[in-house]
């Protein structure tokens, strides 16, 4: 039986909310959804798993390892595992993206603030 959350049960910021799989659903996946006002975004962390991103609106400027890469609306990113990574917000309106962790809940070590 299929099983239907509001998102709104799951907003742990004005900006972000986070659906953990493992406890709501029995399921191996969560996800973000963020609006990243402009000058805002995480700072570097690493996960045991890939992250993949999915830009939806606006454009991110993500730091990937040592790499900089500026990622329009229309593009997915995929963060190898245990790769150091962030990104900020750098234009002038919301970035709108969803973050995939293939895990039932997301592992995170933080490794600068944002």
Request: glycine share 10%; no cysteine; charged share 15%.
């Amino acid at each position: 039986m299929a099983r239907v959350f509001p998102l709104s049960d799951m907003q742990t910021s004005p900006t972000a909310w986070k659906f953990e799989g493992g406890p709501r659903a029995d399921a191996p996946v969560s996800f973000f959804v963020t609006h990243t006002p402009p000058g805002k975004g995480p700072g570097l962390h690493v996960h045991p798993y890939p992250e993949v991103f999915l830009v939806q609106e606006g454009t991110a400027t993500f730091r990937v390892g040592g790499d900089q890469l500026e990622v329009p609306a229309g593009h997915v990113v995929v963060v190898p595992p245990e790769t150091p990574h962030g990104f900020k917000n750098h234009g002038q309106g919301t970035l709108r993206q969803v973050s995939i962790h293939p895990h039932p809940e997301v592992v995170q070590t933080w490794l600068e603030d944002d």
